[in-house]
């Protein structure tokens, strides 16, 4: 009757651990959705915002439509029908595309004091300071959660339940260089 006993309350231990474990999964993997989601309406933002953005350099730069194109090219794909892995490869693409932009900019003081060029600018700063804060937070989440899936002794519900780790919003090489600030 002990080893009833026992056995009993082992399994009773047992099914609190994985009711918590798995209650906790769920909880972390809505995180991550909810901080994606905040994430994706600032990307978004920028999205939408590039257009406008290349038509008034590109009334500037007619010669130089190759760099252009690339972005055109890029920002031409729908958004909305991308996975969430797709949306971070674009707009890191994105960003790239926008490095190059201002790079162009810095060669026409015209276009540098056009007056809508200034206003698209300060939109595509503050967009980039939302994208920025809001991949902090989505960061952690992700962080957090993969600490969760990987460690022990969650991992072995994590594996009984298929959790696996997400991929973080990192930075790429050409985001990491030192801005280059001529004057």
Do not use: C
């Amino acid at each position: 009757m002990l080893i009833f006993g026992i056995i009993v309350i082992i399994l009773v231990f047992l099914f609190v651990f994985l009711f918590l474990s798995y209650n906790s999964f769920v909880k972390l993997n809505n995180r991550v959705k909810e901080a994606f989601s905040t994430m994706d309406v600032y990307l978004k933002k920028r999205w939408d915002l590039i257009p406008n953005l290349v038509e008034v350099v590109k009334g500037y730069t007619k010669h130089e439509a190759d760099a252009l194109k690339e972005i055109v090219e890029l920002r031409n794909s729908n958004y909305d029908k991308m996975s969430d892995q797709e949306k971070i490869k674009a707009n890191q693409s994105l960003s790239n595309s926008i490095t190059k932009i201002m790079g162009l900019v810095e060669n026409y003081p015209d276009l540098k004091a056009n007056e809508n060029f200034l206003k698209l600018q300060q939109s595509l700063s503050g967009i980039e300071d939302e994208i920025a804060q809001s991949r902090k937070y989505y960061n952690a989440v992700v962080r957090n959660y993969n600490n969760k899936v990987e460690m022990f002794p969650s991992n072995f519900v994590a594996k009984l339940f298929g959790f696996k780790t997400k991929e973080m919003f990192e930075a790429k090489d050409i985001e990491r260089e030192n801005v280059k600030v001529k004057i």
